[in-house]
């Protein structure tokens, strides 16, 4: 089975510059996870979407780097079913001729 969250859009402080770690910025969010459904031991995509609201809006991270691993870190302990999982996070108001962001893949 793959969860996919697409488009999670939410404000958060992130960010290197001094006015990002001051004003909150919207970023989007996607994330893919597998991971073997068997006897109803279901993954809820709802808990995942809440949990990373609240990593990255307690955390207050400068890197997208940090905030990538901090992610995984969070979803793999909760989740050590998973098998798979891929998060991309984009700033689409950073700069204004384009939309940035940093995507990584973790195998388990």
Request: aromatic share 12%; charged share 20%; with cysteine.
């Amino acid at each position: 089975m793959y969860i996919h969250i697409d488009a999670l859009i939410f404000n958060t402080i992130i960010g290197l510059l001094d006015f990002e770690r001051i004003t909150p910025q919207e970023v989007n969010i996607n994330l893919e996870a597998s991971y073997e459904y068997t006897n109803g031991s279901f993954i809820n995509y709802a808990d995942i979407v809440t949990l990373i609201e609240n990593e990255l809006q307690v955390k207050k991270y400068k890197l997208l780097e940090d905030a990538l691993l901090g992610l995984k870190r969070e979803i793999y302990t909760k989740y050590p079913q998973i098998k798979t999982l891929k998060i991309k996070i984009s700033k689409p108001n950073i700069l204004s001729n384009c939309s940035v962001a940093l995507s990584n893949y973790w195998e388990f």
